[in-house]
């Protein structure tokens, strides 16, 4: 059997990798099917039933304005205080129709054009987590278990080992994301046109969720790679999770606390998630307030505008450190 389809095998077989594409179904499907009950197809009769609503609303609140009007005018008339009716016992704040408007009564409905890249952004976290867990734990458990020793005893040479164990792990989880991805897309497209509306879809709309979905297939991708090569430095599973619990305490909360007591202007930029925001969103803007002379009036922030570049050059970075050094101690440490 061939070192490749070895490893397909074991991938697939894993209880991990079953239970947590299982989570990731239920997960995505729950979603989807929670937006499929709460938007609702708006026609004729939920505009006039919102109008209708607004109407009600207006009337009540201008009854409402009229009691408050004759309880002020009989509290001046036994002169106690009105203050709290304002002047001319709140006249001149008299409800008007256009703080009533029917758009404002209507039901939720998706709008696949306006609203399906932020499910895109949900689902590449989803997947993140997935390929997080998955990937440590393949290489990180065939350390733990002796399994990769037993393995190299097979087929001796190291590297070829590893980045067969990787590729593998890669082609798992672009086979699931893309798979998966195709469904969300067919599934919000679904709902919009049953439950919502799908708004003007232009070649130039499908393209920029294309886009948008490559970002997020590039970033799980890579989020595979890093846990598989921190889980291989360690040997063991933990090591990953322990690094993934470490950026999200000490990173996101510990370093980005310590940087604002210190004062230190643009303190986001040193903390991972400013970088997946500016990644999905194309750029992020980040502004020091300190920079500001409030007594001298209006304040205008400096500013420092982080690229998706940016991002991409801080995950390959990062990505390209944890695989070489997965590399170098792969090559040269006793794996007995």
Known sequence: MSLVR??????????????????VVLGLATIALS???ASHKIGPAEQAAAAAEAERNFQESQRYFQ??????????ARGENVERWGPNCGRDYAPVREQFDGKWYLPYQFDF???FTAFIFVFTGVLVLFAFIVGASYVGAEWNTGGMMNLLLWRPTRLTVMFTKLGVLLGGVLAVSLLLGALWTVGFWLIARYDGQTGNLTPGAWQSFALDGARGLGLVLATAV?????ASIGRHTAMALGAGLGVAVVGEIGLRTALEIAQVPFSGRYVLSTYVLSWFQKDWTLENYRSCDFAAGECRPTTL???????AMVFGVGTAVVLLAATLLMRRRDVT
Request: proline share 0%.
């Open 6 to 23: 070895a490893e397909v095998r074991r991938l697939a077989k894993r209880r991990i990798t079953r239970y947590m594409l299982l989570l």
């Open 35 to 37: 937006f499929s009950v």
């Open 67 to 76: 009691q408050e009007i004759a309880a002020c005018e009989a509290a001046l």
């Open 113 to 115: 054009r306006e609203q």
């Open 226 to 230: 890093v846990s598989f090569g921190l």
């Open 305 to 311: 505008v982080l690229t998706w570049q940016d991002s």
